[in-house]
């Protein structure tokens, strides 16, 4: 775990002496005819000479072996951010306790959150070979992140600590330092996201694509064989690391891709140089190649049962279950049921910036909000959508959180019809139809269109039974489909009057983890996309929020983002956690959802349990898929 004390030098993860270097450690045969040939070095020399020791028995799994390939099922191209998330290789990264720990790193210094010292694994190497050195920071920095060419919109927010960026400092080859006056909490854990903050990149494979140093013919023929027209946009496209579309883009992931979109299959193959070992000096990952094969997202669920899937949890949902675990009769597969970590499985979220001013001004009405929350009666939905096996709860943070606070579950969250008529009605929503709809002020019915991105029966499900509570208090309710991309543009034009969506992202943060998730303070939240780009843009587009308690919880952010204790973040984050459920800016319906797991019986080393969400977990990530192995190859 990455403690934060003055000038403290933290050691690896999972460190583990004794392993002797050169003949200590073991690659995989695939690689055994590029070393025959000099074409690759041999194991010892493609590993860093401190490599990360990940000791599985530790783990509770199983020491592996190598070899095999593992096959996965995506529904986009754009899915192939799967291998990079799932990966999980970071300058630091949670573990399976959400403890920050060093990965690339092998030793942080954090002095109050201001000073950050980076040490790095002598004779680390990127996926093709070149050293990993302070040379790649030092790009990052100053041909990238500083370059206006690059960074138009200026410095990412995760860089600037009161308004101001670091001081950036290269202390040797192997060694660079960040520095703040003021502190950064925010820093370490975005280096650990699971679509991290990039300080670094392969600065050797980059300055081709760079006008700084590229000749200029040479560079106007690139853009031309890639078809940008400007060099700005060259570097971007070649430079793209989290989707990973770029198979020359030397990386640190354990598998690297070898094939350039478009295409129905994308393989991903072992990385010779990748940084990990387990205790008994094999080199990581154990599996030597990942393929991952387009398919209508519809019947990805059909296919994983069937074992057309090696590996799969993307693309599957709880309704998936009953045929899933029925497939483990007539087919090689094990499946299993992980825990969901968002705030809320399904949640409603009004559009507190939607075009149709009599709605919005009743949105914003906390009475609103909360009269809808109550009507609705969560425990028939958890029976009839979720077997019962899902959390009545409000949009908040799960048990599995240190900030978990009971009373928060249950703020609002009680199936009250005769409160919730007692609010509307105290809005002046007691005019009424001849079918008993409430009638707004200027005389239209009280109806309220909720746009769903069609993506799942569940979401369906949900608000047939939604649609008879409401009604029970005098609210219509109408679904409209849309489309995952389009709705960010319709929510910030005022088009959407509510979605359903999931509930906050991370349902099992530490005081550690940035709040923003509860605060205005992106334009894809559908709630407030306008207030959220607002504090995205840092004031150039959008609104400031209009409503206090929105404004209260950006004042508290802005308070966690200094703040330099964790103690005094815990306290932020409870004042924050308040506020949001008192307020329900989201709609929580049940969390602790189920979500199922399927993998190939011969796939070894899969957890039983785990959280699955894209945040704090990365999905797959913080339980290691390079420890997963095949008992044989097929």
């Given at each position: 775990m990455i403690r934060r004390r003055t000038a403290l030098q933290i050691l690896a993860a999972l460190a583990w002496p004794g392993l002797a270097r050169a003949a200590a450690y073991t690659g995989s045969p695939m690689l055994d005819e590029g070393v025959a040939q000099g074409i690759l070095p041999d194991t010892a020399t493609r590993l860093p000479e401190n490599p990360r020791v990940i000791n599985v028995k530790a783990m509770g799994r199983e020491p592996g072996r190598h070899g095999g390939t593992v096959r996965m099922l995506i529904g986009s191209q754009k899915d192939i951010r799967l291998m990079t998330i799932n990966g999980y290789a970071r300058l630091v990264g949670y573990d399976e306790n959400l403890q920050l720990q060093p990965d690339v790193?092998?030793?942080?210094?954090?002095?109050?959150?201001?000073?950050?010292?980076?040490?790095?694994?002598?004779?680390?190497?990127?996926?093709?070979?070149?050293?990993?050195?302070?040379?790649?920071?030092?790009?990052?920095?100053?041909d990238v992140i500083l370059n206006e060419d690059l960074r138009k919109g200026g410095l990412p927010r995760e860089l600037l600590a009161k308004g101001q960026p670091p001081r950036f400092e290269i202390i040797d080859q192997y060694t660079v330092r960040y520095r703040w006056d003021q502190p950064n909490p925010n820093f370490l854990p975005k280096l650990a996201a699971?679509?991290?903050?990039?300080?670094?990149?392969?600065?050797?494979?980059?300055?081709?694509?760079?006008?700084?140093?590229?000749?200029?013919?040479?560079?106007?023929?690139?853009?031309?064989?890639?078809?940008?027209?400007?060099?700005?946009?060259?570097?971007?496209?070649?430079?793209?690391?989290?989707?990973?579309?770029?198979?020359?883009?030397?990386?640190?992931?354990?598998?690297?891709?070898?094939?350039?979109?478009?295409?129905?299959?994308?393989?991903?193959?072992?990385?010779?140089?990748?940084?990990?070992?387990?205790?008994?000096?094999?080199?990581?990952?154990?599996?030597?190649?990942?393929?991952?094969?387009?398919?209508?997202?519809?019947?990805?669920?059909?296919?994983?049962?069937?074992?057309?899937?090696?590996?799969?949890?993307?693309?599957?949902?709880?309704?998936?279950?009953?045929f899933l675990k029925d497939s483990e009769k007539l087919f090689p597969v094990k499946v299993s049921l992980w825990k969901r970590t968002q705030g809320s499985r399904v949640a409603l979220l009004p559009n507190l910036n939607c075009g149709d001013e009599a709605w919005r001004d009743l949105f914003r009405d906390v009475r609103m909000r909360r009269a809808l929350s109550l009507a609705i009666d969560r425990r028939e939905i958890n029976l009839a959508a979720f077997y019962g096996l899902a959390h009545e709860s409000a949009d908040t943070v799960l048990p599995e959180s240190p900030l978990y606070r009971e009373e928060l579950a249950k703020a609002w969250s009680a199936h009250d019809p005769a409160e919730a008529n007692r609010l509307l009605d105290e809005l002046g929503l007691t005019g009424r139809n001849s079918d008993g709809i409430r009638l707004l002020p200027d005389g239209r019915k009280a109806e309220i269109v909720v746009e769903t991105a069609g993506e799942s029966t569940l979401e369906t499900d949900v608000l047939e039974l939604v649609t008879d509570h409401w009604r029970e208090v005098g609210i219509s309710l109408f679904v409209r489909t849309s489309?995952?991309?389009?709705?960010?543009?319709?929510?910030?034009?005022?088009?959407?009057?509510?979605?359903?969506?999931?509930?906050?992202?991370?349902?099992?943060?530490?005081?550690?983890?940035?709040?923003?998730?509860?605060?205005?303070?992106?334009?894809?939240?559908l709630q407030w996309p306008v207030w959220g780009m607002y504090y995205l843009s840092v004031g150039k587009k959008g609104k400031p929020p209009e409503l206090a308690e929105?404004?209260?919880?950006?004042?508290?952010?802005?308070?966690?983002?200094?703040?330099?204790?964790?103690?005094?973040?815990?306290?932020?984050?409870?004042?924050?956690?308040?506020?949001?459920?008192?307020?329900?800016?989201?709609?929580?319906?049940?969390?602790?959802?189920?979500?199922?797991?399927?993998?190939?019986?011969?796939?070894?080393n899969v957890p039983e349990k785990g959280l699955f969400g894209f945040e704090p977990t990365s999905y797959l990530g913080v339980y290691k898929p390079d420890t997963f192995f095949l008992k044989e190859e097929g």
């Open positions: 790193l092998e030793r942080v210094e954090n002095d109050g959150d201001r000073i950050f010292t980076f040490h790095l694994r002598k004779g680390h190497r990127w996926s093709n070979g070149a050293l990993l050195t302070a040379e790649d920071f030092r790009y990052c920095w100053e699971p679509q991290p903050l990039v300080i670094f990149m392969p600065s050797g494979y980059m300055r081709q694509f760079h006008k700084d140093y590229q000749d200029p013919f040479r560079l106007s023929a690139l853009m031309k064989e890639y078809r940008v027209k400007k060099w700005a946009d060259l570097h971007i496209k070649m430079s793209r690391s989290y989707r990973p579309e770029n198979p020359d883009l030397p990386t640190l992931d354990p598998w690297r891709n070898t094939v350039a979109p478009p295409a129905e299959q994308f393989v991903f193959e072992r990385n010779p140089y990748f940084h990990r070992v387990d205790e008994n000096g094999l080199q990581l990952p154990y599996v030597d190649r990942v393929i991952l094969s387009l398919s209508t997202p519809d019947i990805i669920a059909a296919k994983a049962g069937t074992g057309e899937s090696d590996l799969q949890i993307n693309s599957l949902d709880f309704a998936d279950y009953t489309q995952r991309d389009v709705f960010r543009s319709r929510a910030m034009g005022g088009d959407i009057m509510m979605s359903m969506w999931v509930g906050i992202d991370n349902g099992v943060p530490t005081a550690d983890m940035n709040p923003s998730q509860i605060a205005p303070t992106a334009d894809d939240q929105a404004r209260k919880l950006v004042q508290l952010l802005a308070e966690w983002e200094a703040s330099a204790t964790t103690e005094a973040r815990a306290a932020i984050w409870a004042k924050m956690l308040d506020i949001y459920t008192d307020q329900v800016f989201s709609i929580g319906i049940v969390n602790g959802g189920l979500q199922p797991m399927v993998h190939a019986t011969r796939l070894v």
